[in-house]
């Protein structure tokens, strides 16, 4: 007879791949910014604009304390429950059966257990090797302790005087350990901390939670093996490349894991977070290593950009995660440095902070440019669009108009110039741009904006294409056509245009709807550095 489904009221709407995930919320403050050469990139390259601001690093508090609760065992169920560990009840059926011995069920690479008194959890080890409940926010499971029920597939909560005969939590104690790779003696990894609330006096300090490591991180070290580090006698293998630049945070991570390229590092971050690699800091006043508790990314890198740019396509949103990925660690795979650049990004993004790194958090200033070719005549000139589903490459920004359908509609029913001017600026505020009034002039429309984090500007001129190509006008000049600046887009604009030119901080771009054919229709943005000065 098969066990009873659980009624439990648990949290709706949480994926599978994470179901009772607990995430850090806090503001995370991140360490110095990495060793980079910073300057101008040349047009030419794939990568735009350079970060000449040298904002003030970011330094993360290291806390040494130790801290022990004198709350006796016996109130330990009560104070460590099982709510929080809970699998939503729509998410149980993804799960596979239970095993006829053990009643484990399996998702991906981690196990559930169904609890006799209702619900399912997710099942860990903790330092000790006791099965405990685990969030999938931690690599060491400390929730209750649980066991199988004698002749059954259920599991339940190990019994208070087990627990205390064990002895293996006789005290409460909240340890934040010493980690140093010159101790030479064999001391082993820190062990968890457990979950009890902390006295008023505790939380008011604001201590972090300590790392927790599984023990298949621990690393055994060949001669024909990767770098490694030591932590408190435990080795540990380091991310790394053969190139990797020198930098004060490394990153440890599971010795059968490859080198990190973007897809790996997504498909860890989606499927088993805990198992990206974490972040290891060298404390200068003892010179040893220490573990950072927090996870390094929340989120996937495409779920990051999402958040900031809501309305880009799909392929759009890829292409930016990826473009960004390969910029910060100049190189298709990941290093120290460049993983720390893409916190401080996401950091910055987050709290609305300036930017370190303008140059890979501005998905305008990654743009390819593309070129300008001959039109059909000798003197006209046009430019030929890539794709709209191009995947690999950051050639263009496409906004999907199904994440904007009343405006969208709005815009196909009318061709004024100034509702056109209207429609783009409203969709560049919607993802986080600030744009220039636009003026009520109707010919060669343009809109002239900016982002908060960084000093560039953009100048776009707008277009509407049923081509997959660009016409452009024969005078690159718009003088020369009767059209000057202050006419096209207003006297403050053209001010703002001429200066940001003369201290070469202008992007030249060119935006606007493509309709074609078979394909989804698209607003565009792309980058041609056709100046009109």
Do not use: C
């Amino acid at each position: 007879m098969s066990p009873k489904r659980p009624i439990r009221p648990t949290v709706p709407g949480q994926p599978p791949e994470a179901p009772h995930s607990q995430r850090d919320t806090q503001a995370q403050t991140l360490p110095r910014n990495p060793v980079r050469g910073d300057g101008v990139e040349p047009t030419s390259s794939s990568s735009s604009g350079s970060d000449t601001q040298a904002p003030e690093p970011l330094h993360s508090p290291v806390h040494l304390s130790d801290i022990r609760s004198p709350a006796p065992v016996d109130t330990l169920p009560d104070a460590l429950s099982l709510d929080p560990y809970y699998l939503s009840p729509e998410l149980v059926p993804l799960l596979s059966a239970p095993d006829a011995t053990s009643g484990i069920r399996t998702f991906r690479t981690r196990t559930y257990v169904e609890l006799e008194e209702g619900g399912t959890v997710l099942l860990g080890h903790d330092a000790e090797g006791h099965h405990r409940a685990r969030s999938s926010a931690e690599l060491v499971a400390s929730g209750p302790r649980l066991e199988q029920v004698a002749g059954s597939l259920l599991w339940r909560r190990v019994a208070v005087a087990a627990i205390e005969s064990d002895g293996s939590d006789s005290s409460l104690t909240m340890t934040f350990h010493s980690l140093s790779d010159d101790d030479s003696s064999g001391a082993t990894a820190p062990k968890r901390q457990r979950t009890t609330p902390a006295p008023a006096q505790q939380s008011e300090a604001g201590v972090e939670t300590p790392p927790l490591f599984r023990p298949d991180w621990a690393f055994k070290p060949t001669l024909a093996l990767p770098q490694f580090i030591t932590v408190s006698g435990v080795h540990y293998k380091v991310m790394s490349r053969m190139d990797a630049r020198e930098f004060p945070i490394l990153y440890i991570q599971p010795p059968l894991h490859p080198a990190y390229d973007f897809d790996v590092l997504e498909a860890i971050l989606r499927h088993t977070p805990e198992e990206q690699p974490r972040a290891v800091m060298r404390v200068p006043t003892h010179d040893h290593w220490e573990i950072d508790a927090r996870l390094p990314f929340e989120k996937t890198l495409t779920a990051h950009v999402r958040d900031i740019f809501p309305e880009v396509t799909t392929v759009t949103l890829e292409n930016i995660a990826r473009r960004q990925f390969e910029l910060a660690n100049s190189s298709p795979y990941a290093d120290a440095a460049g993983l720390t650049a893409l916190r401080q990004i996401f950091y910055s993004w987050k709290h609305a902070t300036p930017s370190p790194h303008p140059q890979w958090s501005d998905p305008l200033l990654m743009l390819s440019t593309l070129p300008t070719t001959a039109g059909i005549t000798n003197t006209s000139r046009a430019i030929d669009l890539p794709a709209p589903s191009s995947t690999g490459a950051l050639n263009r920004l496409d906004f999907d108009p199904m994440r904007f359908r009343p405006q969208w509609e709005l815009f196909l029913n009318t061709y004024s110039t100034i509702d056109f001017k209207r429609f783009m600026a409203g969709l560049l505020t919607r993802n986080g741009y600030t744009v220039m009034e636009p003026n009520n002039f109707n010919s060669f429309p343009a809109l002239v904006f900016r982002r908060p984090g960084h000093d560039y500007l953009f100048f776009m001129s707008l277009h509407r294409t049923r081509i997959p190509k660009l016409s452009l006008p024969t005078h690159n000049n718009p003088n020369t056509t009767g059209v000057n600046l202050e006419t096209q887009v207003g006297d403050a604009a053209a001010q703002a245009v001429k200066d940001a030119h003369e201290a070469n901080r202008i992007i030249w771009l060119k935006g606007g709807s493509q309709i074609l054919p078979g394909v989804a229709d698209t607003v565009f943005i792309i980058r041609d550095d056709n100046a009109r000065l």
